[in-house]
């Protein structure tokens, strides 16, 4: 069997940051912090991936033994991980290892990104820094970020940023996941263009171009996809208990047993979906309904494709943004 994309692997839903767009924020009240063990984490088949993500709704650096899962996962396939980099020079030995390391940053404005994400922008700065100017040939280094119409004007700052810390990549991500009724509103994307989203965007492009800084920026017009990014037929995600997800949007560390999610300017409740092995994941008709969705794209006279499932159809994902 040919290898598989990407496993993302929630190995902490701890974190020391309370950011504004996070559910860890917004569901405190039932929120379940804890590290994924070291039992759970060897039973993973990395073989069967290409890549793994060491990184879920948490901070993957707070996991005691997240050295060591660096060590395990490199054996079998390429590994990287999302961090909120404050830890980034605690653990510089294990990040030297990584493929990738992206670094959640919320703006090139110091005090956009405080308020947003409660943490000094200049920290991040010297723990990237750091990275940078220790590494050899990788790990890649990507600034990773959220766009917000709150913050979306110094989208071209963050390019800036991303020169002066020596990283290679800027990644501008949608805020797809909408958690509660104060977040309605600071997402960029709809069914039509908003001109001053489309301007920043434009003007941070030419900026990481001028710069030789590597710059994607999510799609902001919705329409439905076949298969979203997350692309559930390749990848998948384990959860901190070693239970198995189709994507980090239905997998949610919290008490109940339901994912609240304001999609279109109403709240929706979704059930989660879970798998107890690799195999049952595998086997499942979740993912033979995106194989099926899928297989519209190779065919000559296209045939109607099957609808989205029930807990995807309130999704932005599913709609290319």
């Not at 290892?97 to 000094?120: F, M, N, P």
Request: glycine share 6%.
């Amino acid at each position: 069997m040919p290898k598989l994309g990407f496993v993302q692997v929630e190995v902490s839903t701890r974190c020391q940051l309370s950011c504004l767009m996070c559910p860890k924020s917004c569901f405190s009240d039932e929120w379940i912090a804890k590290d994924m063990n070291m039992e759970t984490f060897r039973l993973i088949p990395f073989k069967k991936f290409h890549y793994a993500h060491l990184q879920g709704w948490g901070e993957p650096l707070l996991n005691p033994n997240i050295g060591e899962m660096v060590d395990i996962a490199a054996k079998s396939c390429k590994v990287g991980l999302t961090t909120n980099g404050l830890l980034i020079d605690h653990h510089i030995d294990s990040i030297l290892k990584l493929d990738l390391l992206a670094v959640s940053v919320a703006s090139g404005d110091a005090r956009q990104h405080e308020r947003v994400r409660g943490c000094s922008l200049e920290k991040l700065a010297g723990n990237i820094k750091l990275v940078s100017e220790s590494r050899g040939k990788r790990p890649k280094i990507v600034i990773a970020t959220m766009m917000l119409k709150s913050t979306i004007e110094s989208l071209p700052k963050l390019i800036d940023f991303a020169a002066e810390c020596g990283a290679d990549e800027v990644i501008a991500n949608n805020l797809d996941y909408i958690p509660s009724k104060e977040l309605v509103g600071e997402e960029v994307f709809g069914l039509t263009a908003d001109k001053d989203v489309e301007k920043a965007v434009e003007q941070a492009g030419k900026r990481a171009e001028e710069l030789g800084i590597g710059f994607i920026a999510k799609p902001r017009l919705m329409e439905e996809a076949l298969v979203c990014a997350e692309n559930p037929v390749e990848n998948c995600v384990v959860a901190v208990d070693g239970r198995i997800a189709p994507c980090a949007y239905l997998n949610l560390p919290t008490a109940s047993e339901t994912i609240p999610r304001w999609f279109r300017g109403r709240i929706v409740e979704v059930p989660k979906v879970y798998f107890c092995s690799f195999k049952e994941w595998l086997k499942s008709s979740f993912r033979e309904t995106f194989k099926r969705r899928l297989q519209v794209l190779h065919q000559s006279l296209p045939n109607e494709h099957p609808p989205l499932p029930q807990p995807c159809r309130t999704c932005y994902k599913a709609y290319s943004v």
